[in-house]
């Protein structure tokens, strides 16, 4: 399995996507910057304290794995590709 989703930029906001349908289920345009490597919840996550991952900036790509190790991420250039196999880096 390979889904890819078009997110923009990493600074644009927030959004949630659906685990297994990738679909968006809410979406905040204001601009929020993580602190201390969190940020706080929107719409079905409203409030919840999340970890987030930050973008290699010597190679401009992000990648990270699910906490159960199920699905794989990689965000290049406004995509992020997930797959439930390891993803072949360009790096």
Do not use: N
């Not at 959004?15 to 993580?34: I, K």
């Not at 794995?65 to 797959?83: K, L």
């Amino acid at each position: 399995m390979e889904k890819y989703l078009s997110v923009g930029g990493l600074i644009s906001g927030r959004g949630v996507f659906a685990v297994g349908s990738w679909e968006r289920v809410a979406r905040d345009y204001e601009l929020a910057y993580p602190e201390d490597g969190h940020a706080i919840g929107i719409g079905p996550m409203e409030g919840m304290v999340v970890p987030v991952e930050e973008l290699d900036y010597d190679t401009e790509l992000l990648y990270f794995v699910s906490p159960d190790r199920r699905y794989y991420f990689e965000y290049d250039q406004g995509s992020i590709t997930i797959s439930d196999k390891p993803i072949l880096r360009k790096d």
